[in-house]
């Protein structure tokens, strides 16, 4: 089976004449997708972890302890901060 690159599939989706229904189709299946990596990664999380991520907001990278993992977000605690953090940012520290 042959996967296309990214830009092969990005030129496609601009360039192509797909009708309201295909788009509405491509934007549930990226949906899809990216709920399920967020299924992934949230279950690799537990309370008590040491994780790390990049926060673009301070443009630093914070280092805490799992406090919660929620459906969609983990709560991280660094220092005396709590951060709601998508599960897809984090990393092991």
Not at 4 to 32: G, H, P, R, W
Not at 57 to 78: C, E, S
């Amino acid at each position: 089976m042959t996967y296309a690159t990214i830009q092969e599939v990005n030129t496609s989706i601009m360039f192509s004449n797909f009708s309201n229904e295909q788009l509405d189709s491509i934007t549930s299946a990226v949906q899809y997708a990216r709920a399920q990596l967020r299924a992934v990664k949230i279950r690799e999380f537990t309370k008590g972890d040491t994780v790390k991520f990049h926060s673009n907001k301070r443009g630093v990278t914070v280092k805490g302890t799992v406090t919660k993992v929620a459906i969609k977000y983990v709560t991280v605690k660094d220092g005396a901060m709590l951060w709601k953090v998508p599960a897809n940012m984090l990393e092991a520290a």
